[in-house]
């Protein structure tokens, strides 16, 4: 979680030099803004809201020059300086969260900013949509990230937990049948997942194996079920199952099933 922070760290202090270029340069600030699709969901819907209608009559020219002539304008005067602090009490908000999800080890304190951002972001009306145009389409992307960063983190705690559960077994010559076994001698402490903050979930299975996983992103504990989540758009990744499974080798009939399917569409 700690890299996570730091990088949030650092995008915030980038951003706010680009707003301070944005503020200085009307050609920084139109191109922001049509670079990120900006005004068509922000400031268009605020104080400039004839935009699409001039554009309508007059084609994308008239529209250019109303960004560039008169709203840029406007907001580098009397509102750049009110979207700089509307970022920065935002963005707050995040690192809080995700400090207090450092200490805990847990998504839950990061989930809780992420929400308390949407619904803050719900509350401002087309004014404020239009002093904050960049401060919104900044902030909008950052949802999401430490959901992103507790993938990453249980990624990680897997990986740490597997390597321990093989050399528990190398040295004891079975498994051990609870994690706690691997503390102190294998792990410093029980492999945490990130989305829960419990520990991994972790069961001796029937063939002499292992099941090993996160409840991932729903935070909801499926009992091991790698299936598709269903969430539209998803890649296909192991990490975007219901369950975050850690990998293990198939049985040989399902080997052979696989293999039977290749050869059929060959």
Known sequence: MAPGIRALEMERAMCIGLIGQMRDSVDVAADFATGWGGLAGAAATGAPQSLDDVAEKVGEGAKSIALRG??????????????????????????????????????????????????RDLKQGPYSRARHFASGMLT????????????????????????????????????????????????????????????????????????????????????????????????LQYYNGRDIVWPIPGAPEEVEADAEKVRRKK
């Open 70 to 119: 008169i709203y840029i304008p406007v907001w580098q005067f009397a509102w750049s300086h009110d979207d700089e602090k509307n970022y920065l009490e935002e963005t707050q908000i995040l690192l809080e969260g995700a400090r207090e999800s450092q200490a805990a080890r847990s998504l839950h304190p990061a989930t809780a900013a992420a929400q308390e951002l949407s619904q």
């Open 140 to 235: 909008g992307s950052l949802t999401n990230y430490f959901q992103r960063v507790a993938i990453a983190q249980t990624q990680r705690e897997l990986v740490c937990a597997a390597i321990a559960l093989r050399r528990f077994e190398l040295r004891h010559g079975k498994l051990p049948a609870v994690l706690d076994q691997l503390v102190p001698e294998f792990l410093p402490q029980l492999p945490r997942d990130f989305f829960d903050g419990q520990s991994l979930r972790y069961r001796l299975r029937d063939d002499g194996g292992f099941l090993l996983y996160s409840v991932g992103k729903d935070q909801k504990d499926d009992g091991g079920d790698p299936g598709p989540d269903g969430a539209r758009g998803s890649v």
